[in-house]
Nanobody, 126 residues
Framework: QIQLKESGGGSVQAGGSLSLSCAVSSIYTRYCSAWFRQAPGKRREAVAVLYTGDGSTYYDDSVKGRFTISPDYAKNTLNLQMNSLQPEDTAMYYC????????????????????WGQGTQVTVSS
């Protein structure tokens, strides 16, 4: 019902920027969307959430002020602009979505999201 595919990962030096894009294929216009990341040996964690119904956003404290989640409705993409990247931002980044709008007002566990992309790697060197 919702298909997701990420692109835009890569390698960058500390202090640099990257922009991730998630192509969204969905018959629904209102859903909860998010970007997660998972570093080796660590659990998958939400970094940014967006509710497509009203555009409200939520961020993890570790990325607040540096990352921006935004939709491009013309292109049907969910974007993540990442600035001032640090080595600790190195991880596989995943786009996720779920139709349960109740999870859209905070950062939730990966287990609350039903639809996932395949991930894109972000590597930040010092």
């Amino acid at each position: 019902q919702i298909q997701l595919k990420e692109s835009g990962g890569g390698s960058v030096q500390a202090g640099g920027s990257l922009s991730l894009s998630c192509a969204v294929s969905s018959i629904y216009t209102r859903y909860c969307s998010a970007w997660f990341r998972q570093a080796p040996g660590k659990r998958r964690e939400a970094v940014a959430v967006l509710y497509t119904g009203d555009g409200s956003t939520y961020y993890d404290d570790s990325v607040k002020g540096r990352f921006t989640i935004s939709p491009d409705y013309a292109k049907n993409t969910l974007n993540l602009q990442m600035n001032s990247l640090q080595p600790e931002d190195t991880a596989m980044y995943y786009c996720a979505a779920d139709l349960r709008l109740g999870i859209c007002r905070a950062l939730h566990s990966q287990y609350d999201y039903h639809y996932w992309g395949q991930g894109t790697q972000v590597t930040v060197s010092s």
